[in-house]
């Protein structure tokens, strides 16, 4: 499912709730000039915010690659949050966090009386039924790669996405919901926005390593966790983009989707969903309370 639309989202800034559309930071900000932020997505499951502690994690240590300094504490972006969310309709929600370096000169140079720019975006959010999750989604292999020679750490989630969207727009021009992107060196990395997981013969749960140049994502963990202990054999490496002829089921993983099974990879037609990852969907449904 989509995040909601900007119309029905709220913002949350400088203690301020007001309407997203309203919403206005200086246009010297650095997240505007240089792209130079970090930001989380997190949904609620059944009212509750999932793995929020998680993601305050990922945001810190993205921040601290960054040298962005965050310097409020968990409690207070929780408080925060819950503080947009008293003002959105009742029901599921979704959130994005955002951090960015700040106002400040037209400069790269490191200005230490810049202070950073804190949002939290939200809105209510309408789960996709496991009906239509099991119709499956189709996914292309596109020619954008993952990172660039000399990137940022491609681990760290900043609001750098160049790539990512450049492969989306590549696979809905090839008629595919969900672009998968290449490292540098032609092995399978992840797709525009969540992670890839196979089935391989022998009931083997293949993704990609995090040294494939991936996002470590919050649900691809819950779920490698899950998969261990209904008895799966795991594997984390290095996945060649032969895998993909191999794999006798595949799924993609994310926030907003959790467990979303393909039907077809460049056209080769899969198990959708097949018995593997019907048993990690129900799993996830047991631990979180939906999809």
């Excluded at 954008?144 to 990512?164: A, D, E, M, Q």
Aim: aromatic residues 6%; contains cysteine.
């Amino acid at each position: 499912m989509p995040p909601p639309r900007v119309s029905d989202m709220l913002a949350w800034i400088d203690g301020s709730v007001l309407p997203l559309r309203d919403a206005r930071i200086p246009v010297n900000d650095h997240g505007f000039l240089y792209g130079d932020s970090v930001y989380e997505t997190v949904r609620t499951f059944q009212g509750e915010l999932f793995r929020l502690s998680d993601h305050f994690r990922r945001l810190r240590t993205t921040a601290r690659g960054l040298r962005i300094p965050i310097e409020w504490s968990d409690s207070q972006l929780a408080g925060w949050v819950e503080e947009l969310r008293g003002h959105l309709p009742v029901g599921e929600h979704y959130i994005r966090l955002l951090v960015t370096r700040g106002p400040g000169e037209f400069s790269y140079a490191p200005d230490p009386s810049q202070k950073p720019t804190l949002m939290i975006l939200g809105g209510p959010f309408q789960a996709t039924a496991r009906e239509v999750l099991e119709k499956g989604l189709v996914a292309v292999t596109v020619g954008i790669p993952r990172s660039v020679p000399n990137p940022r750490n491609p681990g760290l989630k900043t609001g750098n996405l160049l790539n990512s969207r450049l492969a989306y727009f590549e696979a809905i021009e090839r008629g595919a919901d969900e672009a998968l992107l290449l490292t540098r060196s032609g092995h399978l990395a992840e797709g525009s926005s969540s992670n890839l997981f196979l089935i391989l013969p022998g009931e083997v749960l293949a993704t990609p390593s995090i040294e494939s140049e991936i996002l470590e994502g919050v649900t691809r963990t819950v779920l490698l966790k899950l998969a261990r202990e209904v008895g799966l054999e795991v594997r984390e490496e290095e996945l060649s983009a032969e895998c993909l002829v191999q794999a006798e089921e595949a799924f993609l993983s994310s926030t907003s989707r959790s467990v979303a099974p393909l039907r077809s990879i460049d056209g080769r037609e899969l198990g959708c969903p097949g018995p593997v990852t019907r048993r990690l969907m129900d799993g996830f449904i047991r631990l979180a309370g939906g999809l």
